[in-house]
């Protein structure tokens, strides 16, 4: 693969990981302060955040793996019998699984039950802190992956 290629591949695979990550990390924060909030309702960060609508940002996640396969493949074929890179899909594997089952459809959840809350926070609010909860884990449990990575990516063990 001829270098230019492979730098540009580079990047995308870099910036859609650490963009792609850094949302869903900022989704863990956030749903942390959803969960201590006595008042989430009356949040404006939380409100600003918890609107209705995909966090288009931390789906980028999902493309990470393209961008380093077609440089496993296409530029860097000594790697393709190491264990690092498989490895690496493996974890993302875990991160993304527990994003699509727990962490994404708790978001959503967290975004509907905050557009019911009223200012008794009733059912909605309790709702509200429960996704927050498995958003909070998600979020942890992907972040730790990513982490694992990018150590398993600058060490190539």
Request: glycine share 10%; charged share 15%.
């Amino acid at each position: 693969m001829a270098a230019p290629l492979y730098d540009v591949l580079l990047i995308c695979h870099l910036a859609s990981a650490f963009i792609g990550f850094g949302a869903v990390a900022i989704a863990g924060w956030s749903a942390a302060a959803g969960r201590q909030s006595e008042r989430p309702w009356q949040d404006e960060r939380l409100l600003r955040f918890f609107r209705l609508g995909r966090d288009w940002p931390s789906r980028l996640v999902l493309v990470v793996p393209a961008f380093g396969l077609s440089m496993l493949f296409g530029g860097d074929k000594g790697a393709v019998s190491a264990p690092w890179p498989w490895a690496g899909l493996f974890l993302w594997c875990v991160a993304v699984g527990h994003l699509l089952g727990l962490g994404w459809p708790a978001e959503r959840r967290a975004q509907l039950a905050l557009a019911a809350s009223t200012e008794d926070g009733g059912a909605s609010a309790a709702e509200f802190r429960a996704a927050c909860r498995k958003m909070e884990r998600a979020a942890a449990v992907a972040s730790v992956c990513f982490v694992l990575v990018v150590a398993l990516m600058i060490l190539q063990p």
